[in-house]
């Protein structure tokens, strides 16, 4: 068991440039969530994913947001035209559907200038 | 909707002196609670969880935390605090009807002095 792993760890990019950012989950969890955490608050759900079918997105996840898992193993993250608002830590979890507890990654901290 | 209040932004506490963290929810159901901690710059590690039966539940790094329903209240507590507990802790509420997307606290950070 390796733990939840995401790259990059950061990335800093210019207002209005696309970022993508991975999650690679603990192998045997079937599901996988994104969480964004702004400095001095806690971690605020994006949406999430059982297998390859993305089941719920919160409403911070607007259109400009994208998330996919496309073969129920990875998932990627893309922001299209970043905005300083977005700056924030990005963080990946998964969990096995039944067993409930979430296991976080590092997360990818993202600025944006 | 889930809600999860931590009272107090920042607690300071001396190496070896107990601590209690306060943790209230909101939540129609019986909710899945958690507390996690997280290190400058990291991302979240597990302390305990609590689903259900015993509402005294144990965790790593000599944390434990108890569930009461009639409070709403899901508070860590350690005994006696080393200075590696220096860190953020969030407590977190998750359901199984919400896909178990877990609703988080704004966080304590807590400070150890010498």
């Known amino acids: 068991d390796t733990g939840v792993s995401q790259n990059p760890r950061h990335k800093i990019t210019k207002r209005g440039q696309n970022v993508t950012f991975r999650c690679d989950p603990i192998?045997?969890?079937?599901?996988l969530y994104w969480y964004r955490q702004t400095l001095g608050q806690g971690p605020e759900f994006l949406t999430y994913?059982?297998?390859?079918?993305?089941?719920?997105k919160s409403r911070l996840l607007s259109d400009r947001f994208s998330a996919e898992r496309p073969k129920g193993s990875f998932s990627t993250l893309e922001i299209q035209r970043t905005e300083q608002g977005d700056s924030a830590m990005y963080l990946c979890?998964?969990?096995?559907?039944?067993?409930?507890?979430?296991?976080f990654g590092p997360g990818t901290r993202l600025l944006v200038l | 909707a889930q809600s999860v209040t931590q009272p107090d932004i920042h607690i300071t506490v001396s190496e070896g002196a107990s601590l209690e963290l306060r943790c209230n929810y909101s939540?129609?159901?019986?909710?899945?609670l958690f507390w996690y901690v997280q290190s400058p710059g990291q991302g979240l590690q597990l302390l305990l969880k609590y689903f259900s039966g015993d509402t005294l539940v144990q965790g790593i790094k000599g944390f434990e935390a108890e569930f009461k329903r009639s409070q709403s209240s899901f508070n860590l507590r350690k005994p006696s605090v080393h200075w590696s507990d220096a860190a953020e802790y969030f407590c977190?509420?998750?359901?199984?009807?919400?896909?178990?997307?877990?609703?988080f606290g704004g966080g304590t950070r807590v400070l150890v002095k010498p």
């Open positions: 939540y129609g159901a019986t909710p899945y």
């Open positions: 979890a998964s969990s096995q559907q039944g067993l409930e507890t979430q296991y």
């Open positions: 994913f059982q297998n390859e079918a993305q089941l719920e």
């Open positions: 192998s045997e969890h079937n599901r």
């Open positions: 977190a509420v998750g359901a199984r009807a919400a896909g178990n997307k877990l609703t």
